[in-house]
């Protein structure tokens, strides 16, 4: 199937870690994708793993990948008010990103 | 260097009506695909163009329609208009080949269509 799931809302304190987390169905990606969407725009890439990395680093974001649960989990560190946006995991699969259904983070100070 | 451009941002049309389009990519971009962003459905993907040329195309009505000029400008088509046809349509943009590598995808800020 082409399902990715995520949960729909995450709310932090400014200065605290979040962690979102997705869940996909099939095991065949090879790239998996984190986008950024604040509103009114259109979606920002934050990164992307290929299927055979655990963990990818990248300034204040940590990307880590069990290929066995098919889980993948997006960690900010240092979250500010501007982190607050929607969150969307995606997998490259048949010609095409299958994204999830977002999480939207909510930083208060 | 420029990014994903899409126009018009923002426009209303009503039931039966069509409506275009357009999308600039990135210089250099040869492969542009369409998403259309809705609510209730979440981010679809509608179809891809690489060199001219449709290479996927998502579960989408014949309504909906594209094409892909020899400059890689893409524009997307939707005939006979729907109140569920609102929705952001986005257009991403890649050098690579689809299937080939990271396929790395950047995204225009969408063009919002409200039918009425």
């Known amino acids: 199937g082409e399902d990715v799931e995520q949960s729909l809302f995450l709310s932090v304190r400014e200065g605290d870690s979040s962690v979102i987390n997705c869940t996909y169905t099939d095991s065949s990606s090879t790239y998996l994708y984190w986008y950024k969407q604040e509103p009114g725009a259109g979606l920002q890439l934050l990164t992307y793993i290929f299927s055979n990395m655990d963990m990818k680093q990248d300034q204040r974001l940590t990307v880590l990948l069990n290929k066995k649960d098919k889980h993948l989990s997006l960690r900010i560190a240092d979250t500010q008010t501007g982190d607050s946006a929607i969150y969307f995991c995606?997998?490259?699969?048949?010609?095409?990103?299958?994204f999830g259904t977002g999480t939207r983070l909510l930083v208060s100070p | 260097k420029a990014g994903v451009t899409q126009t018009p941002r923002y426009l209303i049309k009503t039931r039966g009506q069509q409506v275009t389009l357009s999308c600039s990519p990135i210089s250099g971009h040869r492969s542009v695909s369409w998403y259309q962003q809705t609510p209730g459905q979440g981010l679809q993907f509608l179809f891809e163009y690489f060199s001219e040329t449709q290479r996927n195309k998502g579960n989408f009505p014949g309504r909906f329609s594209g094409r892909q000029f020899s400059n890689s400008r893409s524009e997307m088509n939707v005939s006979t208009l729907e109140l569920g046809d609102s929705a952001l349509y986005l257009c991403a943009s890649s050098l690579e080949r689809p299937g080939s590598g990271a396929n790395v995808l950047t995204f225009g800020a969408g063009s919002r269509l409200t039918v009425l």
């Open positions: 995606a997998r490259w699969g048949f010609q095409k990103l299958v």
